[in-house]
């Protein structure tokens, strides 16, 4: 109507992707703030201290690193969809989900009984974290790079990068007991004074936390 009133007149005219190549392209790619990943140098060394696993659970055609993944919306190219909708006890996963999926993560792993490397902020503050420390199978990996992680194809840039680790963390009680059988006591523990929890974390001086009076420190990458 406004063009009428106006005596404009309006067409439509298609180009061809490969003529409109960066139009094309916004359209068929979706970026999301979570599509972001470990560069592939930092991915490889961070392999080199945990067993090898299958499959990529949290990721998309911009972010995965394994040929096997699962993508959280239709891909192609993707495996299967939705991770939270998997039976993770059939694979040997790699995961570094949105960070405010964490807590529903480990509730996925607790349900499952199923092991995980999981990439994850060194967020003492977060309720999910002292469950980092008791999920634990192995001593945490710190990642000290400053430069870890990569936005694919000029997506939006994290102003803020957290402290990260890869946790390698399982509900299978058998692997975190002997795990936490291999821990020192804490010398606080030692000392007479006792956390005021089964879990305190601390990371501070290279370490993750103490759980039940045993220090748990951090391998550095």
Known sequence: M???ERDNLLTAQHFPPKENDRADTELRV???YSDWSLKPLIFQQVMGHFPYPEVDVF??????????????RPDPLTEAMDAFFQDLRQVKGYANPPWSLIGMVLAKIEEQLTDLILIAP???SQPWYPKFL???TSLPLKVVSQEVM???????????????????????TTLTQTFQETLQTSSRHLRGKRP???MTPCARNGSAGVLNGKLIRFHVL
């Open 59 to 72: 990721a998309t055609r911009l972010t995965f690193k394994l040929p096997r993944f699962f993508s959280w």
């Open 30 to 32: 979706i970026r999301y």
């Open 196 to 198: 005021h929890s089964h």
């Open 122 to 124: 060194i967020w003492l």
């Open 134 to 136: 008791r999920l634990l």
């Open 150 to 172: 990569i936005v694919e194809l000029g997506g939006p840039q994290l102003d803020m990068v957290p402290p990260l680790a890869v946790w390698p963390i399982s509900s299978n």
């Open 2 to 4: 406004w063009c009428l």
